[in-house]
């Protein structure tokens, strides 16, 4: 069965998604890391991995690591609407940057009995 004609052609795009590591300094204040964190899931997009800490404390900087998925338009309209927010001093994709290192961590409780 053919579908409804339409006055507008929307062309159907299937690019793959890529995962990107962005690092974020953003301004250590009081609420930042909700704003930066609504704007992801305000938008749909999605969190593979978090990571915040102070990294100078006397500029009141922090950064936030943040591992995300999309198509390259996505990733590039992630980038632009972040550097765009008023607490981000700098957005740097680490994928695309350069080399870089990729560590997991892991906490692991033990109990030993003599």
Do not use: C
């Amino acid at each position: 069965m053919e579908q409804p004609a339409s006055a507008y052609f929307i062309e159907e795009r299937h690019d793959p998604n890529e995962t990107h590591t962005l690092s974020v300094l953003v301004a250590n204040e009081p609420g930042v890391l909700a704003r930066v964190i609504g704007l992801f899931s305000g938008r749909g997009y999605n969190i593979e991995s978090l990571t915040v800490s102070e990294t100078e404390s006397d500029k009141h900087v922090s950064r936030i690591t943040i591992v995300t998925t999309g198509t390259p338009m996505v990733i590039t309209q992630i980038k632009h609407q972040l550097d765009r927010m008023i607490p981000v001093h700098r957005v740097v994709d680490m994928t695309v940057a350069g080399g870089s290192i990729e560590r997991e961590l892991a906490m692991v409780k033990l109990r030993a009995s003599n």
